[in-house]
């Protein structure tokens, strides 16, 4: 009977592990502002998504990073240039983050800024899809046809 609760207990600790190390990612918080999603392994929990004229503006967030960024997917069916913003702060999100990609990207493919990380606040997410040459950022928040606000 001992034997058998050792080796429940050691299975344990080795499946809580392993779980520990695929789920685990490079910072948390406010040391993940600045850095890309992607990179330290912030996985999105929760995404919203707004049709903007060529593509979609999405605000991605993580709960294991506790950070939010924003992503512009191309969805024009051409070769594109994209941009994206993230506001936050203030009462009327005077702090951005933001790309623009510096070339053409081709259907499907996406832009997103670097994470911030303001917590219980609302973010406002703004994302561009143009033909012509690389777009001026931050993409502007006051155009409700390119921003999306979300907690």
């Known amino acids: ?6 080796f429940l207990f050691i299975f344990g600790l080795i499946l809580l592990t392993s779980y520990t190390l695929v789920f685990s990612s490079n910072c948390v ?28 503006i999405q605000a991605r967030r993580s709960t ?19 941009a994206a ?7 009327d999100y005077c702090y951005n983050r933001s790309v623009s990609s510096p070339y053409l ?10 994470m911030t990380t303001p917590r219980n606040k609302p973010v406002k997410t703004c994302g561009r899809v143009e033909v ?6 931050p993409v502007w928040k006051n155009n409700s046809s390119w921003c999306d606000t979300v907690n």
Do not use: F, L
């Open 1 to 6: 009977m001992n034997q058998r609760i050792v």
């Open 29 to 56: 918080g406010e040391g993940c502002e600045g850095y890309d999603p992607n990179t330290m392994g912030c996985t999105v929990d929760s995404s919203s998504e707004k049709e903007i004229s060529g593509g979609v």
């Open 64 to 82: 294991v990073c506790d950070a939010k960024w924003a992503r512009t997917v191309n969805r024009s069916g051409v070769d594109r240039y994209a």
């Open 85 to 91: 913003s993230i506001w936050y702060g203030c009462a």
């Open 105 to 114: 990207i081709e259907h499907q493919q996406t832009v997103y800024t670097a």
């Open 132 to 137: 012509y040459s690389p777009i001026q950022i």
